[in-house]
């Protein structure tokens, strides 16, 4: 079930997984969890960190904008992603996710078979405090903990504070296209 994307040699890891709180680097006390799914309340929190959101931060059409569009994105990945969200003073602020690279889950034996895609948002007023690092850490381990193995994602070419990110924790290069550079990880864990 594995694809043909290239992943590095050596796994990295571990990974710290939820539930953490750090302070940012703005003073500000952060939350991160890893929702097992999005009921409602989480749903609707997320939704409404996403309504903030600044359409000219969006990358390759995500967030999608506009609140049904939002809500019907997260409904459509919600049931088979893996997701940990970061909270200021119970207000969602952070959203990281991996999402199956399958059409199907129900048919995969076990995570760690196939790979999964990370798109990773902070709200632009939380941005540049170690929130985005700490949430995709904190995804990492807990990705990990379930037994996902390999990572990948695609960024904007001319990114390069989030390249540097995901450069820090470990994401390698795997290819460019005209706008996007595609990376990728290995996860460090039980087989």
Same mark, same amino acid.
């Not at 997984?17 to 989480?42: H, L, Q, V, Y």
């Not at 048919?107 to 709200?123: M, N, P, R, S």
């Not at 904007?156 to 990376?183: C, D, H, K």
């Given at each position: ?41 989480? @749903? ?60 199907? @889950? ?8 196939? %790979?999964? %895609? ?17 949430? @995709? ?29 995901? %450069? ?24």
């Amino acid at each position: 079930m594995v694809g043909t994307r290239q992943y590095p040699d050596e796994p990295s890891g571990p990974f710290p997984s939820p539930p953490t709180t750090i302070e940012d680097g703005k003073g500000r006390s952060i939350e991160f969890r890893a929702p097992a799914a999005f009921a409602t309340e989480a @749903l609707e929190d997320v939704v409404d960190m996403y309504r903030k959101f600044d359409p000219t931060d969006r990358a390759q059409g995500i967030p999608p904008t506009g609140e049904d569009r939002i809500r019907n994105w997260l409904e459509a990945i919600g049931e088979d992603s893996v997701n940990v969200v970061a909270r200021h003073d119970g207000d969602v602020i952070g959203h990281a996710m991996l999402v199956p690279d399958t059409d199907d @889950l129900s048919t995969v034996e076990h995570k760690g078979d196939i %790979e999964w %895609e990370l798109a990773i948002f902070v709200l632009q007023t939380y941005q540049r405090a170690g929130i985005g690092t700490v949430l @995709l850490e904190q995804l990492l381990g807990h990705a990990s903990e379930i037994g996902i193995k390999r990572v990948w994602l695609t960024v904007e070419r001319w990114n390069n504070p989030a390249i540097a990110l995901y %450069e820090r924790v470990g994401f390698e290069s795997t290819g460019t296209e005209s706008f996007e550079q595609e990376m990728a990880i290995l996860l460090d864990g039980d087989d």
